[in-house]
Every structure is written in C-alpha cells, then in structure tokens.
C-alpha cells in the first residue's frame, strides 16, 4: 500500500505570495492533518479535515487555509505569505481520524519565503 | 494544555552502544507514538504505544501511563538510527490533534 503523498517537496516563494500544498493519504484513509514544523516552535497542528469538513483548527491566522475532496486528498493554502511561514509542512493520514488512531506521515513540503 | 518533555535533548553513541530516550507527559493521553525524523524531514512511524511494552529489532519501548511516562530503547545502534525522535500524544478530548515533544537529537558515531 503507497504511503502518504506530499507535493511539491520543496517551493521558494516571495513575501505576498500565496501557495498551495497537496497530501494524498494512504488509501482507505479519510483522516488528513496538517503540521508546520519550524526550528523555532516544533511541530504544532494546524487542522484536520475528515470527509470533506474542518473538524479540528489549531492557533494559526486565517491566513492559513485547507479543503479536502471527496476522494480525500487534501489542499492546504497559505495567503500573504510572511518570512516567518517558511517551514516543513507534514500531512498525515489515518483510518478515521478517532483520537487511537495511528497517524502516518507523508515526507513534507518544505517552504521558503524569501 | 497538556506539556511533553523530553529527555535527553541531544545524544551522542558509538556505534553498538545502547541507549534510552525518555518522555514525559503532564496529563493522561489516548494516544502515544514514537517517531522517528530522518534527514530528509519524513517522520517515520515506529511505535504506537498508549500503554504497555512492545519490541520491533532491536527498538522497544514501554509507557507506563499511571506514571505518565514513556521510554523508547535503541540496542546495538547503527549510523542509520541518527536523526531526531520524537514522542507526540493525544490528550483528553474528541480531537486527535497529536502534541509533539521537542524531540531527542541523536547522532550515532562509526
């Protein structure tokens, strides 16, 4: 079974720019979350969406933004971009999301804003 | 909020040595995970353990979840284990939002 997908690997933005990042779970999976990991601040989680809805929010600016499709792959759109978002950003997967649930990690977009 | 602390924070072996990575959590969690970051960023899965002991090679790991603690042990380790571990959970609640440590930077010398 092919793990969890992450596209790009790697993007160099400028400051204002906008971006979108794509994770395709392992299949059977519904479960998608997204994480940003800076040297600074670790890794901390930023939402979760579960067929189609948001169903968990972290403490980040509206700036940042995702979707999920019916086929469960998620979208994840940072606005406005700021020196300051420049970070690995990881997708993981699980069966369905329940709080026992194994989380798997895909490899990572990691961005630059220059 | 819940807090995750582990110990040590950076650790250097000779290959073939054992060691013990240690993480702490301030309050009961559903969920427990040990991960382990390679250098190219991937968290790759290792073990999923709220509580009790299992082994996979020469990794084990056991949490004591009354005592709000969990040990990962590495045997014999090899170059390829360096990189950063990191123990992360899920606390009380309805959300699975995983709550990482700060992970253990362990560099494993030939």
């Known amino acids: 079974k092919a793990g969890v997908t992450q596209t790009p690997r790697y993007l160099i933005k400028t400051r204002g720019q906008q971006v979108t990042l794509s994770c395709s779970p392992i299949?059977?999976?519904?479960?998608v979350s997204w994480y940003q990991q800076t040297p600074g601040q670790g890794l901390q989680f930023l939402f979760e969406y579960f067929s189609e809805t948001q169903r968990n929010k972290g403490n980040f600016p509206g700036r940042f933004s995702g979707r999920q499709f019916s086929n469960s792959r998620s979208e994840m759109n940072v606005s406005t971009l700021e020196l300051g978002d420049s970070a690995l950003y990881l997708c993981?997967?699980?069966?369905?999301?329940?709080?026992?649930?194994?989380?798997?990690f895909g490899p990572g977009t990691r961005l630059t804003v220059l | 909020g819940i807090q995750v602390e582990q110990s040590p924070p950076d650790l250097i072996l000779q290959e073939g040595a054992n060691s013990t990575l240690r993480c702490n959590f301030s309050d009961s969690v559903n969920n427990l995970q040990w991960f382990h970051q390679n250098p190219w960023g991937q968290l790759i899965n290792l073990f999923y353990?709220?509580?009790g002991t299992k082994q996979n090679g020469r990794l084990s790991a056991t949490t004591v979840a009354t005592e709000r603690y969990s040990l990962l042990y590495i045997s014999s380790s090899q170059t390829t284990d360096s990189g950063v571990y990191f123990c992360a959970v899920v606390a009380g609640g309805a959300t699975n939002k995983l709550i990482f440590g700060t992970g253990t930077l362990l560099a494993v010398q030939p």
């Open positions: 993981a997967s699980s069966f369905s999301g329940g709080v026992t649930d194994t989380q798997y």
């Open positions: 299949s059977g999976h519904r479960s």
């Open positions: 353990i709220p509580s």
